[in-house]
């Protein structure tokens, strides 16, 4: 077993193989349902509690560090591990990983869509899927708490956050209201006139990207091309921060309003792909590109909106021990950090009031929540058997 990690993520050199890097996030890109709370989650049970690739505190700076800038923060998350581990090579190779299952699959799906102009349908297969997802969710925001809630002021951040994400508030300005506020908070002692100012004006940046999305341009239809396709992508990867929601006002505005290549029936279908395969949710852009442009599209669209979270951990991960050292920034990431795990917890109850139906989906949740935290059993293996569970309540049903 690899040695626990002691300190601080960045600091050291990297201290695993390209191989192993490889292996993990392949693993991960092929079993990881439910969205990015979920493969976060898993993450942590794989580099956290199997492998002891990074500490609890570490694993929030970086959970932290894919808050503060746009893009997909599960994807980047990899990007992030692997750059840790295995350097430059672990960088490209944990994130490509990451990515390169969902987009095949959804590559697959799309070709379906196109020739018999309908998605295949994984109603069962997620049936017995989305309990287990609920589990790891859980088990993992358990253990985070301990390590993330470090105070009471964290604690009531982290609760208010949460209660406001149920009542509807933007998932962005609750991120960066909480750091701002933490880092006020914990560094009151130091307040001076021109740095509060400051630090004011940086706060509404956090929801900039929010205001804009209804932003409706020209309706006349726009002649396809490859290039057109790979920068609008890489438009919403370098500015996207949010949920799947906010990706589909992104796309809605482009693909339908703007450029006039999708309905918005085959808009809803590509998110539907996206959602329901593992992996990152981005893989819409996989659909999307296929749908207008064949393979050569479906390449393109997928390494426009993917490229810029490469490029954004690359520039930060350097800078993750030095935002920790400096006593603003150590608030805002504190902040942060808990403001993730609220967000996390609304998520989860959330999607547990969509996954947990009927009693066999509260027996698989909660058979798998005990395999988890009393045995320590992989996840990857526990969403395999509720897939199982829920293709076999299908031959039931018949």
Not at 206 to 235: C, D, I, Q, R
């Amino acid at each position: 077993m690899a040695e626990p990690a002691t300190s601080t993520a960045g600091t050291r050199p990297p201290r695993g193989s390209l191989g192993e890097v490889a292996l993990l996030f392949f693993k991960l890109g092929c079993i990881a349902f439910g969205g990015p709370a979920a493969h976060i989650a898993m993450m942590r049970d794989e580099v956290v509690r199997r492998r002891r690739w990074v500490s609890d505190a570490e694993f929030l700076d970086l959970l932290g560090a894919t808050n503060l800038i746009p893009g997909p923060n599960s994807t980047e998350m990899a990007i992030h591990l692997g750059y840790w581990r295995a350097g430059w090579p672990g960088l490209v190779v944990g994130g490509g990983l990451f990515i390169l299952p969902a987009m095949l699959l959804v590559l697959a799906l799309a070709w379906a869509y196109v020739r018999f102009g309908t998605t295949p349908q994984v109603v069962w297969l997620l049936y017995g899927i989305k309990p287990v997802i609920i589990a790891v969710v859980v088990q993992a925001l358990w253990g985070l708490l301990k390590t993330a809630v470090k105070t009471p002021l964290l604690a009531i951040v982290g609760l208010v956050v949460l209660g406001l994400y149920l009542a509807g508030l933007n998932e962005i300005v609750l991120l960066f209201g909480a750091g701002g506020f933490v880092m006020l908070v914990e560094n009151a002692r130091r307040w001076r006139p021109g740095q509060l100012a400051a630090v004011a004006g940086l706060l509404p940046l956090g929801s900039a990207a929010v205001p804009g999305l209804a932003e409706v341009a020209a309706t006349a239809a726009v002649p396809f091309s490859l290039g057109t396709l790979f920068f609008t992508f890489l438009k919403i990867g370098a500015v996207l921060y949010g949920s799947g929601y906010v990706l589909l006002a992104f796309l809605r505005n482009d693909f339908v309003e703007r450029l006039g290549w999708l309905t918005n029936q085959e808009l809803l279908d590509a998110v539907a792909i996206g959602q329901f395969t593992p992996g990152p949710v981005f893989t819409t852009a996989t659909f999307i590109g296929y749908v207008t442009g064949g393979v050569a599209g479906a390449v393109v669209a997928t390494i426009g909106i993917f490229l810029p979270g490469f490029v954004f951990v690359a520039a930060v991960n350097p800078l993750v021990p030095r935002l920790r050292r400096s006593p603003w920034m150590s608030g805002l990431l504190d902040g942060v950090n808990v403001a993730a795990l609220g967000l996390m917890a609304g998520v989860t109850w959330e999607l547990g009031r969509a996954a947990l139906v009927d009693g066999l989906t509260v027996g698989v949740a909660l058979v798998a929540a005990v395999l988890l935290i009393r045995f320590a059993v992989n996840s990857a293996w526990l969403v395999i058997g509720g897939g199982a569970v829920g293709l076999a309540a299908q031959l039931l049903v018949r």
